[in-house]
């Protein structure tokens, strides 16, 4: 089993930084993609903030370029979402994702429990 913790959502003005982070643990045998989501308020769907494949590449939502920064540290099976220049619209519970091979060598996707991200204007 595997269990990702996240830390550092809050309450921020518009304009404001907050830095998440998600750390993996369990019976990891190597991970390849983590990334994080978002679910808007009132939103049922959750949407792509950003993504680190294990090659070291990243994507970004077209909303969030230039301003969120993802990284990871892959000797801590940790991921991190630096947020600047934040707005209104980024309000939402942010998720994060890892796709884990474990121990087993069985692979699986899995999600965090989700921190609240609020932006004030």
């Known amino acids: 089993q595997v269990q990702l913790v996240e830390s550092g959502g809050g309450l921020v003005q518009a304009g404001g930084s907050l830095r998440l982070s998600c750390a993996a643990s369990?019976?990891?045998?190597?991970?390849?993609?983590m990334g994080w989501y978002r679910q808007a308020p009132g939103e049922k769907q959750r949407e792509l903030v950003a993504?680190?494949?294990?090659?070291?590449?990243?994507n970004y939502a077209d909303s969030v370029k230039g301003r969120f920064t993802i990284s990871r540290d892959n000797a801590k099976n940790t991921v991190y979402l630096q947020m600047n220049s934040l707005k209104p619209e980024d309000t939402g519970v942010y998720y994060c994702?890892?796709?884990?091979?474990?121990?087993?060598?069985?692979?699986?996707?899995?999600w965090g429990q989700g921190t609240q991200v609020t932006v004030s204007s």
């Open positions: 993504l680190a494949p294990s090659n070291s590449n990243t």
């Open positions: 369990g019976s990891i045998f190597s991970i390849n993609a």
């Open positions: 994702t890892a796709d884990v091979k474990m121990i087993s060598r069985s692979q699986f996707v899995y």
